[in-house]
């Protein structure tokens, strides 16, 4: 898939949210990049094997205070060949985009990655039980 094709779908999965999460996302960039870089895998900590489909960088609106301001936005940069190499078909890329893009914007409201793995493992049970 070439850059365009991936970047408007990150642009869709970003449009697809809730108007009130929409009107909420406040200081924060939304890039794509190929691949993470070596500070960003060194910054995630992410152990031997693991992948890097996502990532946000910034200061969650939790951690706020009054005297925030006049800072750079907070950035969320979804990586395109990670997310492509996982993935087996574009119905599949469509898929894993909507659901890292959800994953990057929750922690820049504050929710953390225990709390988003609860999140997710219900949602999974959820659907589960539908079929």
Request: aromatic residues 4%; proline residues 5%.
């Amino acid at each position: 898939m070439d850059r365009s094709e991936f970047e408007l779908l990150v642009a869709k999965a970003v449009e697809s949210l809730p108007d009130d999460l929409l009107g909420r996302l406040d200081n924060v960039a939304i890039v794509v990049e190929e691949w993470p870089s070596k500070h960003h895998l060194e910054r995630t900590r992410l152990g031997r094997g693991g992948t890097l489909l996502g990532l946000y960088e910034g200061v969650p609106m939790t951690r706020r205070g009054v005297h925030y301001g006049m800072v750079p936005p907070d950035k969320i940069t979804i990586f395109q060949k990670p997310i492509e190499a996982r993935c087996r078909h574009k119905g599949s890329i469509v898929h894993e985009i909507q659901r890292v893009v959800r994953h990057e914007i929750a922690h820049h409201f504050g929710i953390g990655e225990a709390r988003l793995g609860q999140i997710e493992k219900g949602k999974a049970g959820e659907q589960k039980k539908r079929r």
